[in-house]
């Protein structure tokens, strides 16, 4: 199963919290690194101080790797996303966590490094009076230091993203609303097909296109491969061809976790219509799979063919993301 899994690091205090809490109120699961260490120390019955977390974070990455609380949290963010295909992790604390999050998720792994200068850390520490925050600027510093001797650095600066966390709380939560929906909230449409030695490429092009008008295509050894992103134009087709109850069972029957595929006739795509077809067609058929991310499937086949009455939609979903 794929899985968006999207990483916040930064130094203590960056506002790393804050934006799991946009994620939890966008209804993105959340993974937060720091609960692994807390119920390690819930379990050896030590108060949840700074110095005891640091201790114990120290002391599981000596034994067990400096990427021990990462893979202790795979499975989490695995059963936490299997529902909705995105998972938020808060806490990263080194290129070790990260790299083991790329090996297990691939390119699915996003990492957003959050910014902010140690002076308004240090103020948002005063302001927020948690039991394992600092209490001094030295005390501070040093946790900077903890942090960034697990190479901490090197995984800020390995990010794909950063947001710099120096205005309002208000203003720094639309920043991290605005990525979260672009990485979170999304459909890849991947395309493929082979192009027989009797097709014309630009028409076998043109088909796709038809079809998903934003098609970013690519030619290499007689296949077609591409990637896109609009479906306003597959679903406007199924409405316009009355095919909902048919585009509805093809659908579900090319689910697979938080993925969709379908196979369309290249011949009827040409001509701007929608046709399903069978894996052997005369002509290799049009290969479309829909990557779900951040969206319920269910809630995605309904936006696409909703169940219909008398051939008419019962209820229409007019928008993925609300």
Known sequence: MNMRVIAFVGLPLSGKSTAANVAKEMGIPVVCMGDVVREEAKKRGVPQTDENLGRIA????????????????????????????????????????VERFKKEFGEDFVLINIEAPLEIRFQRALKRKRSDDVRTIEELKARDERELSWNMGEAMRMANITIENVGGLEEFKEKVRAVL??????????????????????????????????????ISEGRLKARAWDLRKFRELLRIQRILDTA??????GRTDNEITILLNKQTAYVSKI?????????????????????????????????????????EVDSLWG
Not at 288 to 314: M, S
């Open 248 to 253: 509805r069972s093809e659908l579900f029957r």
């Open 58 to 97: 120290e002391e599981l990455r000596k034994k067990e790797g400096m990427d021990a609380i990462a893979k202790r949290c795979i499975p989490i963010i695995r059963e936490k996303g299997k529902d909705t295909g995105v998972v938020v992790v808060d806490g990263i604390r080194g290129i070790a966590e």
């Open 181 to 218: 929906e672009q990485l979170c909230k999304r459909v890849e449409i991947e395309i493929e097909t082979v192009i027989h030695p009797t097709e014309d490429v630009d028409k076998v092009i043109q088909a796709v296109r038809n079809i998903f008008p934003d098609a970013d295509v690519e």
């Open 275 to 315: 046709n399903f077809a069978e894996e052997d067609a005369i002509l290799s058929p049009i290969r479309v799979t829909f990557k779900v991310y951040g969206i319920p499937i269910g809630k995605f086949i309904d936006y696409l063919a909703p169940p219909t009455k008398a051939g008419k939609p019962i209820r």
